[in-house]
């Protein structure tokens, strides 16, 4: 999808992958946007039922399915068929250094903004789905004030905080940042199968994000 292709709104899934809170050394989050939502609505349920015994045998239903539940061959497919999908794909990776970061709206904000920074110059107008990461109706207001007041001021931005269950979108996200976190963390070689539709990846360190992010305020 290049930028002379982009449309007056883009639609955006975001999902992470790790913990915020733990010694681990890495949080990984990723976006994925399509100009045509309804291409990818099926893909992960598609993709599940193809794998019918597999699946059965499990008993989950297709919209249920997250990386961390889903078997390899569904994962690769997922992947795979994300490769051949009318999508972009940012990343960002974030060093810890050991640190545990807060679990705080501002934190989560300043996350989220760091990765859509890599895209908003070219997708300035966008319809994002947020993970439900937060559920008090005050954190999500703080989530939404941080990033529309970051947001360049010729674009125009709605944010929704959905039930990964109800968004393809932020479930495809949840793929791309697992699948991302797995190769950081010991070199999972499925994260490449999607290598071509990554436009911007960005590895930073927690400390300099913020930093970067109060200065702005």
Same mark, same amino acid.
């Given at each position: 999808?290049?930028?002379?292709?982009?449309?007056?709104?883009?639609?955006?899934?975001?999902?992470?992958?790790?913990?915020?809170?733990?010694?681990?050394?890495?949080?990984?989050?990723?976006?994925?946007?399509?100009?045509?939502?309804?291409?990818?609505?099926?893909?992960?349920?598609?993709?599940?039922?193809?794998?019918?015994?597999?699946?059965?045998?499990?008993?989950?239903?297709?919209?249920?399915?997250?990386?961390?539940?889903?078997?390899?061959?569904?994962? #690769?497919?997922?992947?795979?068929?994300? !490769?051949?999908?009318? =999508? +972009?794909?940012?990343?960002?990776?974030?060093? %810890?250094? *050991?640190?545990?970061?807060?679990?705080?709206?501002?934190?989560?904000?300043?996350?989220?903004?760091?990765?859509?920074?890599?895209?908003?110059?070219?997708?300035?107008?966008?319809?994002?789905?947020?993970?439900?990461?937060?559920?008090?109706?005050?954190?999500?207001?703080?989530?939404?004030?941080?990033?529309?007041?970051?947001?360049?001021?010729?674009?125009?931005?709605?944010?929704?905080?959905?039930?990964? #269950?109800?968004?393809?979108?932020?479930? !495809?996200?949840?793929? =791309? +940042?697992?699948?991302?976190?797995?190769?950081? %963390?010991? *070199?999972?070689?499925?994260?490449?199968?999607?290598?071509?539709?990554?436009?911007?990846?960005?590895?930073?360190?927690?400390?300099?994000?913020?930093?970067?992010?109060?200065?702005?305020?």
């Amino acid at each position: 999808m290049t930028p002379d292709q982009t449309p007056s709104i883009v639609h955006v899934g975001l999902d992470e992958s790790g913990s915020l809170t733990s010694t681990m050394p890495l949080f990984v989050m990723a976006a994925v946007i399509t100009h045509r939502p309804e291409v990818v609505r099926n893909l992960i349920r598609r993709t599940a039922l193809r794998s019918g015994k597999r699946l059965k045998r499990q008993r989950k239903a297709a919209s249920e399915l997250k990386w961390h539940n889903a078997s390899q061959r569904i994962r #690769q497919g997922v992947l795979n068929n994300l !490769l051949q999908a009318e =999508v +972009a794909i940012f990343l960002l990776t974030v060093r %810890k250094r *050991g640190r545990r970061i807060k679990d705080t709206p501002e934190n989560y904000a300043i996350l989220t903004c760091e990765l859509l920074r890599l895209c908003w110059d070219v997708y300035p107008n966008i319809a994002l789905s947020l993970d439900r990461h937060f559920t008090s109706p005050a954190q999500i207001a703080a989530v939404n004030t941080t990033i529309h007041r970051h947001w360049p001021v010729q674009g125009v931005l709605s944010i929704h905080h959905v039930d990964s #269950q109800r968004s393809p979108l932020v479930q !495809l996200a949840d793929f =791309v +940042a697992s699948s991302a976190y797995d190769w950081h %963390k010991a *070199g999972n070689p499925a994260f490449n199968l999607i290598s071509e539709k990554i436009d911007a990846a960005l590895v930073e360190d927690w400390q300099h994000i913020k930093a970067r992010w109060l200065k702005r305020k």
